[in-house]
């Protein structure tokens, strides 16, 4: 005869929950699991207005967000702003970015070079980016050259140290390789460095295309003068159009939920060759 112990039998209860947890929630589809925050607080917000949660006046209605999303779609007003946002952030980070590629390949190659303009490097990479704000405005006044250039600034530094990076970490089994086979300087590059880099190269572009769009906002912030997303929102801060800092808000993160979708995409296209992790979430 067999005897149950308390524990075998916990064991057994647990066993039997843990087999039925995951019947317990109905699943989600996972191109949809993205949504299910976005949503539950357009469900918060919604209910916070409409059962009196909150009397702020910097909680405005949905619906008068949205009556403000149709009114600056239709009049023009909203892809005015955005065209000049983008045409700065992709002006300041093509800019940037392509600096960073060469500076970074320069220190990552170079020892000479690490050595003459490393110590240097290192040291602006501290300042802040906001604190090159009053020199930035000096030097190419308020217009969009300024704002270019504070862009640009903002993708160069993660585009450098990534390709730094990225060069130094080859590893030193595939240099001892290739010199066994005996690799011209150009082979040496092309088929060892360049693919071993890749990754953390594409990385920095990464983070720098994030940042310049960050900054884009800022630098309209700071150097007022022409349209932008950043311009608008200004202007419904002074006038207290909560209805429009709240929608500019949104486009905003819309915005650069694009950007960061399009550089995944094309970055997993061209590193296609890396494969798949196998550490990955389900």
Same mark, same amino acid.
């Given at each position: 005869?067999?005897?149950?112990?308390?524990?075998?039998?916990?064991?057994?209860?647990?066993?039997?929950?843990?087999?039925?947890?995951?019947?317990?929630?109905?699943?989600?589809?996972?191109?949809? *699991?993205?949504?299910?925050?976005?949503?539950?607080?357009?469900?918060?917000?919604?209910?916070?207005? *409409?059962?009196?949660?909150?009397?702020?006046?910097?909680?405005?209605?949905?619906?008068?967000?949205?009556?403000?999303?149709?009114?600056?779609?239709?009049?023009?007003?909203?892809?005015?702003?955005?065209?000049?946002?983008?045409?700065?952030?992709?002006?300041?980070?093509?800019?940037?970015?392509?600096?960073?590629?060469?500076?970074?390949?320069?220190?990552?190659?170079?020892?000479?070079?690490?050595?003459?303009?490393?110590?240097?490097?290192?040291?602006?990479?501290?300042?802040?980016?906001?604190?090159?704000?009053?020199?930035?405005?000096?030097?190419?006044?308020?217009?969009?050259?300024?704002?270019?250039?504070?862009?640009?600034?903002?993708?160069?530094?993660?585009?450098?140290?990534?390709?730094?990076?990225?060069?130094?970490?080859?590893?030193?089994?595939?240099?001892?390789?290739?010199?066994?086979?005996?690799?011209?300087?150009?082979?040496?590059?092309? *088929?060892?460095?360049?693919?071993?880099?890749?990754?953390?190269?594409?990385?920095?572009?990464?983070?720098?295309?994030?940042?310049?769009?960050?900054?884009?906002?800022?630098?309209?912030?700071?150097?007022?003068?022409?349209?932008?997303?950043?311009?608008?929102?200004?202007?419904?801060?002074?006038?207290?159009?909560?209805?429009?800092?709240?929608?500019?808000?949104?486009?905003?993160?819309?915005?650069?939920?694009?950007?960061?979708?399009?550089?995944?995409?094309?970055?997993?296209?061209?590193?296609?060759?890396?494969? *798949?992790?196998?550490?990955?979430?389900?």
């Amino acid at each position: 005869m067999t005897q149950v112990t308390p524990s075998s039998s916990s064991n057994a209860a647990t066993s039997s929950l843990a087999k039925a947890s995951p019947r317990a929630w109905p699943s989600v589809p996972k191109a949809l *699991r993205g949504w299910v925050l976005p949503v539950l607080i357009l469900l918060l917000w919604w209910l916070a207005v *409409r059962l009196g949660w909150s009397q702020s006046p910097l909680l405005v209605p949905l619906g008068k967000v949205w009556d403000t999303a149709v009114h600056q779609a239709l009049s023009g007003e909203l892809w005015r702003a955005l065209r000049a946002s983008l045409w700065r952030d992709l002006a300041g980070f093509s800019i940037g970015a392509s600096a960073g590629l060469v500076f970074g390949a320069v220190l990552g190659l170079s020892r000479l070079g690490e050595h003459l303009l490393g110590p240097s490097f290192h040291t602006l990479k501290q300042i802040s980016l906001f604190a090159w704000i009053p020199l930035i405005s000096v030097w190419f006044g308020l217009g969009d050259a300024a704002k270019v250039a504070f862009l640009s600034l903002a993708a160069f530094f993660p585009v450098v140290l990534n390709t730094f990076e990225g060069i130094r970490s080859v590893p030193r089994e595939l240099i001892e390789v290739a010199r066994v086979l005996d690799f011209s300087r150009w082979q040496m590059l092309r *088929r060892v460095v360049l693919p071993s880099a890749l990754p953390s190269v594409f990385a920095g572009i990464h983070l720098g295309l994030i940042y310049a769009w960050l900054a884009t906002l800022g630098a309209e912030y700071l150097l007022v003068s022409g349209e932008g997303i950043g311009n608008t929102m200004i202007d419904g801060r002074e006038h207290f159009w909560m209805d429009l800092v709240l929608f500019d808000v949104i486009v905003v993160g819309l915005v650069g939920f694009v950007l960061n979708w399009l550089a995944t995409q094309l970055e997993n296209r061209l590193l296609a060759w890396r494969g *798949r992790s196998v550490a990955q979430f389900q």
